[in-house]
């Protein structure tokens, strides 16, 4: 079972599209990160939350904090295909870190 | 010139054979980590090191071990590898905790266990 559990695993939609990715866990966390990973390279941190409720906008890129500080989204507006990519969520619920299972979202041209 | 750093970038190796990583950083940060990618998955923390006396298991730690020789150099090996361990390793650092923290990834080993 994994900490944090990311839905969908694999997405694939036409450029133009809106889509929304779901980061769930049972447990609480002081804040919550997205990272984005391109084939053959590391994740590189796209935006971190840390407020109940909070949202933080990067651009086409909206995030969202649950209330009850478990849950987080990441809505996208008007894909492009530069935006395909791993798309992870990440905490720490005491000193270890955890990683979510990721999403593969692929921007078809 | 990149911040973290790993070597090699491919390994190819056989069954029962003991391999290690390496993994060296510029950023000045007190904490690293290794971690485990499967394809199309996320990643798993096999250890972690808050400083250079400082070493912890992660999620899935059997069957590797790790030695922090220095704050910039951490690194990762397989004593007796096995196929299951084909995967795409990656080493991260940090400089902080909680709330404000953000890891650093390297660019990625890829090993392959024949």
């Known amino acids: 079972t994994q900490l944090l559990e990311q839905s969908p695993q694999f997405l694939s939609i036409q450029e133009g599209e809106n889509l929304t990715v779901y980061c769930n866990s049972s447990?609480?966390?002081?804040?919550l990160q997205w990272y984005r990973q391109e084939p053959g390279e590391g994740p590189v941190l796209l935006v971190t939350v840390v407020t109940g409720g909070e949202v933080k906008k990067l651009k086409r890129l909206t995030f969202q904090f649950g209330d009850a500080r478990k849950d987080s989204s990441l809505h996208i507006t008007a894909a492009q295909p530069g935006d395909t990519g791993l798309y992870l969520c990440a905490g720490a619920p005491g000193n270890q870190f955890y990683f979510g299972t990721g999403t593969s979202l692929t921007v078809i041209p | 010139d990149a911040d973290v750093t790993q070597t090699p970038r491919n390994r190819i190796t056989k069954t029962g054979k003991r391999i290690m990583l390496e993994c060296s950083q510029t950023?000045?940060?007190?904490?690293m980590y290794w971690y485990r990618q499967d394809p199309g998955l996320g990643l798993q923390l096999i250890y972690y090191s808050f400083d250079v006396k400082d070493i912890n298991k992660g999620e899935i730690s059997d069957g590797y071990s790790v030695s922090r020789q220095a704050q910039a150099k951490f690194s990762l090996s397989l004593e007796s590898a096995i196929p299951n361990q084909t995967a795409l390793y990656f080493c991260?650092?940090?400089?902080?905790?909680?709330?404000?923290?953000?890891?650093?990834f390297g660019p990625g080993t890829r090993l392959l266990v024949l």
């Open positions: 950023k000045g940060h007190d904490r």
């Open positions: 991260a650092t940090s400089d902080s905790q909680g709330a404000s923290e953000t890891q650093y």
């Open positions: 447990s609480v966390f002081s804040s």
